[in-house]
């Protein structure tokens, strides 16, 4: 009872993150979710967590969703995530720890000093990053930082923003879950974990949605951004710990 409690406030911190400064859910939920979890149930719970989120933004911004500008991006990523659930089965834990948490760094760094992604005028670069997401997508069920990158190379407006990486996590995340599903990642443990983290989720959103009037979104994501260096600080040094 302790672990789900434990479970559902995390959940709630990463939606209500989530919620306010734009980003966040898979990067503040995954280093805790590992701690109690283990990585090979935190990734599909984190999965499932996000189609969830997902699911009701649709509903949301329905009307904006856009398929043809990340084509590209997806078809590289439905590739690549098989590779990154097996990569989840297969290389020792310590390593996909580390190697995660540099991610979460370089992210943060890219996000703290907005380093200027040179323009990227051939749409074929998608294929790439879109790939490295699907890797990531399968592996830790953190296909943002990628993703996030290519469409500051390529200079989306915001409205494209919202609309384009709403089409593309979407499609991405429901195939992560088919991957984890076929892999036999989706265990009795997961499911629980999922269902009984769902009212957790739904007033994480409620309640980031309410108290955005009231928060400086800047100084917000800046308290975020320390958070996710932090943690993913610890993560890259895992193995000295």
Do not use: C
């Not at 760094?109 to 749409?123: D, I, V």
């Not at 190379?153 to 919202?162: T, V």
């Amino acid at each position: 009872m302790e672990e789900i409690l434990l479970i559902g406030l995390i959940i709630f911190a990463g939606t209500f993150v989530n919620s306010v400064a734009g980003f966040g859910l898979a990067l503040v939920a995954m280093p805790f979710l590992i701690s109690l979890l283990g990585l090979k149930n935190a990734v599909p719970l984190m999965a499932l967590i996000g189609l969830s989120v997902l699911f009701f933004l649709s509903i949301r911004f329905r009307r904006a969703l856009s398929f043809g500008m990340v084509w590209r991006l997806l078809a590289a990523s439905l590739v690549a995530i098989p590779f990154g659930v097996q990569i989840l089965g297969q290389v020792p834990e310590i390593i996909t720890l580390t190697f995660l948490g540099v991610v979460i760094v370089l992210y943060v760094l890219y996000r703290a000093f907005k380093l200027p992604m040179p323009a990227l005028s051939n749409p074929n670069w998608a294929f790439l990053f879109g790939a490295i997401g699907g890797l990531l997508s399968g592996a830790y069920s953190t296909s943002g930082p990628p993703i996030v990158t290519y469409a500051d190379a390529r200079r989306w407006s915001p409205d494209e923003f919202r609309s384009n990486l709403s089409a593309y996590f979407f499609t991405n995340t429901i195939f992560t879950i088919i991957v984890h599903y076929f892999s036999g990642n989706l265990t009795g443990l997961v499911i629980q974990s999922w269902l009984l983290a769902l009212p957790f989720m739904a007033a994480g959103l409620a309640a980031g949605y309410y108290m955005d009037r009231f928060i400086n979104q800047d100084r917000f994501s800046k308290i975020v951004l320390i958070l996710l260096f932090i943690l993913g600080g610890r993560m890259a040094f895992s193995w000295a710990f």
